[in-house]
Structures are given as structure tokens and as C-alpha cells.
């Protein structure tokens, strides 16, 4: 709590307006209970005010600055990062990097019903499935021209998946 005393020592505040008449005391209008609140401009002198402005003006700058540094840094490090994944990918060998993923009509499976699969073969449908997949792709791919990045031209060997053994094993019962 705030006390303003006068020359007799009374506690007693002079402002006309707040208190009431410029006679009043503080202890005829207020109690332990008041809040006193007391607001005093700041004042510069005329002689630091440019250096003030000038030194705000240089704050910002260097923000602004260190803003534009952060955001260039933070986007060379996720460039650097994607770079390292694609490198990491690379290096990498994964199912996905042998595995061949392809659409077939209906009328492929028709074809194969008709002329390869076999009913009195002991392999199963979904062998000869697998087989006539397999030979098809051998058949294509080693018809293409080679491109002289082997010495020797090698055979792919094609794999199902298992979604396809699936299907075709529901379709056998």
C-alpha cells in the first residue's frame, strides 16, 4: 500500500477530482482495501530520441534478419534430408525394387483357361497360371532389343502375388 504524508506527517492525497474537494484526505475517502493506481509519462530527452529510433530500427532489421536465415537453413536441411532418403532408398533393396505390378484384361485369364490350363495336370490351377504369367513375360521382355548394359542377357523370374494365389484359390473351390 502507497502512503503519502504531508508536512504534519497526516496521510493525505491533493488531487482535486479523484478524491473529491482538493481539501480531502485519503483516509476520509479511502480504507485498507484501495488500490491506488498511478500513471507517469515516460519522457525521452530530445537528445537520445534519434539515437532511440535508429537502435529500434536496427533490432528489427536484425530480426528480420535472423528471420530469413532461419527460414533459408531450415529449408537447405529438408533439402539435404530428401537427398539422404533418396540416396538411403536407393542403396536399399526392397521387395518393392523385384516386384512387378501389371493390369490384365479378362479376356487374358479367358485365354488362358482355353488354350494352357490343363485339367488333368497334377500342378494346380494356380501353378499354371504362374507358369504361363512367367513364360508370357520371358517371351516379351527377351524379345526387346538389348540396350548394352549386361554382358549377357538374363531371364526374370516373376513372382505372384498374394492377393492373386488367393483369388484364384477361392475361384478353385
Known amino acids: 500500500m502507497v502512503n503519502f504524508y504531508d508536512a ?3 496521510v493525505k492525497l491533493y488531487k482535486s477530482g479523484v478524491l473529491g474537494s482538493s481539501n480531502s484526505t485519503v483516509t ?3 480504507n485498507e482495501e484501495s488500490t491506488f493506481f498511478i500513471q507517469v509519462a515516460c519522457l525521452v530527452p530530445e537528445n537520445r530520441v534519434y539515437a532511440r529510433k535508429l537502435m529500434g530500427l536496427l533490432i528489427s532489421c536484425l ?3 535472423i528471420y530469413c536465415f532461419a527460414l533459408t537453413y531450415f529449408d537447405y536441411i529438408r533439402s539435404i ?3 539422404k532418403y533418396l540416396d538411403f532408398d536407393v542403396m536399399t533393396i526392397t521387395a518393392g525394387d523385384y516386384t512387378i505390378e ?3 484384361p479378362h479376356h487374358s485369364f479367358d485365354y488362358f483357361k482355353k488354350v494352357y490350363l490343363n485339367d488333368k495336370s497334377p500342378m494346380s490351377e494356380i501353378a499354371q497360371f504362374r507358369l504361363y504369367v512367367q513364360e508370357e513375360l520371358e517371351q516379351r521382355i527377351s524379345s526387346l532389343p538389348d540396350l548394352g548394359f549386361d554382358d549377357e542377357p538374363q531371364v526374370i ?3 505372384m502375388a498374394t492377393k492373386m494365389n488367393k483369388f484364384l484359390m477361392r475361384k478353385q473351390k
Do not use: A, R, Y
Request: aromatic share 6%; charged share 35%; proline share 0%.
Open 102 to 104: 501389371f493390369d490384365m
Open 28 to 30: 476520509d475517502n479511502c
Open 81 to 83: 534430408e530428401k537427398n
Open 157 to 159: 523370374e516373376q513372382s
Open 8 to 10: 504534519s506527517g497526516d
Open 63 to 65: 530480426g528480420v534478419l
